[in-house]
Nanobody, 122 residues
Framework: HVQLVESGGGSVQAGGSLRLSCARSTWKYSTYCMGWFRQAPGKEREWVAAIAIGGESTYMGASVKGRFTISRDSAKNTLYLQMSSLEPEDTAMYYC????????????????WGQGTQVTVS
């Protein structure tokens, strides 16, 4: 069973930066593709980013490309989302997700989800 716990959210002014973290607990960590999603009130869930099992491939959504970076630290069992040049449109609940799937994943391949961390940009 995969447990995911996000942290690092908060309030920031437009143009600022935040780094989200997602801690995982599973002995099968190395087999999981990881990703970040977000959902703003009244909007559909948006796939923000994904990273391959070995970290050699990444996907970034069009709305965040060039501003956000996804990475993972296998030794620490932690996934990161570095967010820069934040905009009010980035305000949302951000979720970490994992899927026992190869690359490239599809949105519905992510089976395990964290509880989310709120990001507010003003």
């Amino acid at each position: 069973h995969v447990q995911l716990v996000e942290s690092g959210g908060g309030s920031v002014q437009a143009g600022g930066s935040l780094r989200l973290s997602c801690a995982r607990s599973t002995w099968k960590y190395s087999t999981y593709c990881m990703g970040w999603f977000r959902q703003a009130p009244g909007k559909e869930r948006e796939w923000v980013a994904a990273i391959a099992i070995g970290g050699e491939s990444t996907y970034m959504g069009a709305s965040v490309k060039g501003r956000f970076t996804i990475s993972r630290d296998s030794a620490k069992n932690t996934l990161y989302l570095q967010m820069s040049s934040l905009e009010p449109e980035d305000t949302a609940m951000y979720y970490c997700a994992a899927g026992d799937v190869g690359w490239p994943p599809r949105q519905y391949d992510f089976d395990y989800w964290g509880q989310g961390t709120q990001v507010t940009v003003s």
